[in-house]
């Protein structure tokens, strides 16, 4: 089962841990009846997807899930816009001041501008990517030599670290809910976000869906980028059949 993956070269995302399976989605939901499933069953199935397609997202706050990510500030910029049902506690670069590392791409992966503006760009490289390459290195190199040469003349971490880049590696531990993975992760899976937080989405996603098969898969199939406030959906139209909630459960 995936654990621990690499993310865009020096990044990572590790699994710390995991509390329940798609069980603890079926019994939380179960008890609104009173009842409690001791097996995973095809029905018990069919009640995630219901509750899933239906925008009953409470007993998908249960299962909560630990990381440790490693990912370039600019990636945790976005990555921290979603904050409802999950908590964060990150390394703070005025206590350390370790050597900071910092996401280097490839001459390839440096994409061209896209002319389109949302799409943010190109999946091809830009013109003499090598070049690029360089420049973007170099500038990488002396700004930590700068911070390097700040910390040796006796500046304080919390100052030296304004000139570090926005490439800079953070690490954090977060904790969240699988409802709120499953957000986060249509949100940013999407075509339209940054290849690079696609990365890292996709490597938590990997992971929730080796730990919820059925859970996740009923998520992602439904929208949960709808409101998590939303009301609640217009009660089941009748009491037989699948399509009723009472019938299921
Ligand atoms: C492709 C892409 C591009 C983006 N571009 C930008 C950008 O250019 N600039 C920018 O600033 N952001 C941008 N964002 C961030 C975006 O606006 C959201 O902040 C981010 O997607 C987190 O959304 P969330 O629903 O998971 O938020 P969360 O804060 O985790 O909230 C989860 C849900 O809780 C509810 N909620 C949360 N807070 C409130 C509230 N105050 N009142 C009522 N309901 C609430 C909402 O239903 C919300 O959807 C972008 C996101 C994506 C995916």
Redo the contacts with the bound molecule.
């Keep these: 089962m995936a654990q621990n993956m690499t993310v865009c070269g020096n990044g990572f995302v590790e699994c710390l841990e995991v509390f329940g399976n798609d069980l603890t989605v079926v019994n939380a939901a179960r008890v609104s009846f009173a009842k409690e499933s001791k097996e995973f069953t095809n029905q018990d199935a069919r009640l995630v997807k219901y509750l899933a397609r239906h925008n009953h997202v409470t007993p998908f706050f249960h299962p909560q899930v630990r990381f440790r990510i490693k990912m370039p500030i600019f990636v945790a910029r976005?990555w921290y816009?979603?904050?409802?049902?999950?908590a964060r506690n990150e390394v703070s670069r005025r206590y350390v001041d370790t050597p900071p590392e910092v996401w280097q791409p490839t001459a390839e992966e440096i994409r061209a501008r896209d002319p389109r503006a949302k799409q943010g760009s190109k999946d091809c490289p830009v013109e003499s990517c090598v070049d690029v390459y360089n420049i973007m290195k170099t500038a990488q190199d002396d700004a930590l030599k700068t911070y390097s040469d700040l910390l040796a003349a006796g500046v304080a971490p919390e100052i030296a670290r304004a000139v570090l880049p926005q490439s800079m590696l953070t690490e954090f531990i977060e904790t969240g809910s699988l409802a709120?993975y499953a957000?986060?992760c249509k949100?940013?899976l999407?075509p339209?976000?940054?290849k690079e937080?696609r990365d890292f989405a996709g490597a938590v996603e990997k992971i929730l869906y080796a730990h919820f098969p059925v859970s996740w898969a009923a998520l992602m199939d439904s929208d949960v980028?709808?409101?998590?406030?939303?009301p609640a959906p217009a009660p089941a139209p009748a009491l037989t059949g699948e399509s009723s909630m009472n019938v299921i459960m």
């Design positions: 976005e816009r979603h904050q409802i049902g999950f709120a957000r986060l949100l940013r999407d339209t976000a940054q937080i980028s709808a409101p998590v406030l939303a």
